[in-house]
């Protein structure tokens, strides 16, 4: 009988059980908090206002397989890794309906955005978001929560920005390259969470530990 895919991968990192999810987040259970990285609202939307021919539809599937996870999980709090929005153009009346209209339905759920640097070019999100904005890092229990994958001399750093990829290698020239999660010993990376944000392959320590995440599955590279 053929084994089940697993949806997530629970792990313990600086002291705390973290769950990996095939959907590119992260859930601490200690905390009740879902931590997406680089999610890119309105990346699309950009590049169409610059005559490029790119699918519709992202925000609203990125905001769907959010809405999935939080109600999949109890959480308190959702935490943004920086680069919620991609761009100023990102700012348009249908995308700002959608987000609008999507956070209506989680009035009480507590969100902190912390800047990365397409946040910093787009601008704030609007006020009416109810989104607590903050710059890097923010330090919770024993992590540093940044955007940029710098270290920090007291606590383990989670980040986002790199939007690690890995690639797996077949036979003959056979590969593909998927998003991953790499967990170090003092600063461990999260994939991009949006649908259209393309991913760049990592150099991998020693030390470091990949998953990979595919076809609604995660599995640890070399397990």
């Known amino acids: 009988m053929t084994e089940p895919i697993p949806r997530h991968i629970a792990v313990q990192l600086a002291g705390s059980e973290l769950w990996l999810l095939a959907d590119k987040a992260l859930w601490w259970p200690a905390e009740q908090a879902l931590l997406i990285a680089d999610i890119h609202i309105g990346k699309a939307a950009t590049y169409r206002a610059l005559g490029q021919p790119v699918p519709h539809g992202t925000t609203a599937s990125n905001l769907q397989r959010l809405d999935h996870l939080l109600h999949a999980f109890p959480c308190r709090q959702l935490i943004f890794l920086g680069d919620f929005l991609h761009a100023a153009p990102a700012k348009n009346p249908a995308t700002l309906h959608a987000l609008s209209e999507w956070r209506h339905q989680h009035p009480d759920l507590a969100i902190t955005l912390i800047r990365g640097n397409h946040d910093k070019r787009a601008g704030d999100p609007p006020a009416s978001l109810n989104i607590d904005?903050?710059?890097?890092?923010?330090?919770?229990?024993?992590?540093?929560?940044?955007?940029?994958?710098?270290?920090?001399?007291?606590?383990?750093?989670?980040?986002?920005?790199?939007?690690?990829?890995?690639?797996?290698?077949?036979?003959?020239?056979?590969?593909?390259?998927?998003?991953?999660?790499?967990?170090?010993?003092?600063?461990?990376?999260?994939?991009?969470?949006?649908?259209?944000?393309?991913?760049?392959?990592?150099?991998?320590?020693?030390?470091?530990?990949?998953?990979?995440?595919?076809?609604?599955?995660?599995w640890r590279v070399g397990s």
């Open 133 to 218: 904005i903050v710059t890097e890092p923010l330090l919770l229990g024993p992590f540093a929560l940044q955007h940029e994958p710098h270290p920090h001399p007291t606590h383990h750093v989670l980040a986002g920005h790199l939007h690690p990829a890995y690639r797996l290698r077949g036979r003959g020239r056979q590969s593909v390259r998927l998003p991953c999660f790499v967990l170090g010993t003092q600063l461990s990376l999260l994939p991009a969470f949006g649908s259209f944000t393309g991913g760049m392959a990592v150099d991998i320590e020693a030390e470091q530990q990949v998953y990979v995440v595919g076809d609604g599955g995660i």
